[in-house]
């Protein structure tokens, strides 16, 4: 069974590393430094709150598609990212990382079954968003080795 943020040694094992990480800690691959990878991270997670909306894009292959690429292959490092969560300058390392805390905290405390927001590429239930947000921190926090 995939890994749910739901699930609590998922979340803890994340918030373990999140909270291992310096200001100085060193890319694997990509351009986005420690402090920008969070930011990039808090806004995918703003994004499945309903915190921030997000510009609707028409996927380039049809949505199960899109969902099954995303869910079940491994993502290749340096991919592209939409422009809504790409980071442009430096932020606080110590306010984003407290941030992603406080944002992972109130993921996990909403129901899987409750209505959540669309992703830019469209509807996602609970469960998909929880899978989605577990890969993706787990992906950006082996880039930067934790």
Known sequence: MPALL???AVH???RARIQSLTP???RKWGKMTVD???????QVLKTALGD????????????PV????????PWPHGAPTAPEYRPVDRLAFADERQRCLELIDRFIGRGL???WSPAMFGPMTGREWSRLQ?????????????
């Open 6 to 8: 739901h699930d609590t």
């Open 12 to 14: 803890e094992s994340i």
């Open 24 to 26: 100085n800690a060193q």
């Open 36 to 42: 920008q990878m969070l930011w990039h991270c808090n």
């Open 52 to 63: 921030i909306g997000v510009t609707p894009k028409r996927p380039p292959l049809p949505l």
């Open 66 to 73: 899109v969902k099954f690429m995303l869910f079940n292959l």
């Open 113 to 115: 079954d409750e209505s």
């Open 134 to 146: 577990a890969k993706h921190l787990d992906h950006h926090l082996k880039q930067f080795s934790a």
